[in-house]
């Protein structure tokens, strides 16, 4: 076998190796998403304290709306990345996994002004952040977009 043989077999087994990756965390959050929505629907007081009002006297157990419009929002939006992993839109996944990133920021910021407990309860929402290089990647690999490998234009080869 040629050395440029040898190399771009190597470079082919590294992409397979790396490309299930991205579809794998792109699962693994979308299932993140419904559970913690199940779970913000399913138990009012553990939703509490999943979200961080909990512990600080809550706000309203079962009776409270704003958990059950949560649950909803986090079991749609994991329903919804997995719908486009499914279908192969990876242009509409990437935008939405970019999107996503305004949400624990708004979580973040809406926390401690729910529950006047200052910004150490609410930080644990900023981890939602580390979506972002997941969206990027995805956005930003053509290969995937075009269905193949691609040249250094951008246009696939033939």
């Not at 076998?1 to 190399?7: I, L, N």
């Not at 009012?44 to 009002?53: M, V």
């Not at 609410?122 to 193949?148: I, K, M, N, Q, S």
């Amino acid at each position: 076998m040629s050395p440029q043989a040898a190399e771009r077999r190597r470079r082919a087994t590294r992409a397979l190796s790396w490309g299930w990756l991205p579809s794998g965390l792109c699962v693994l959050f979308s299932l993140f998403l419904v559970g913690v929505g199940v779970v913000l629907l399913a138990d009012a007081k553990l939703g509490e304290r999943l979200f961080g009002f909990g512990g600080i006297g809550g706000i309203g157990g079962a009776g409270n709306g704003f958990l059950l419009a949560t649950g909803v929002r986090q079991a749609y939006l994991g329903v919804l990345v997995l719908i486009l992993w499914w279908a192969r839109q990876w242009r509409a996944l990437g935008i939405l996994l970019l999107t996503l990133s305004v949400i624990p920021v708004a979580d973040f910021l809406i926390t401690p002004a729910a529950v006047q407990a200052g910004h150490t309860r609410a930080v644990e929402h900023l981890f939602g952040l580390a979506v972002l290089p997941l969206g990027v990647y995805v956005l930003r690999d053509r290969r995937r977009a075009d269905g193949g490998p691609v040249e250094g234009d951008g246009r696939r080869q033939q």
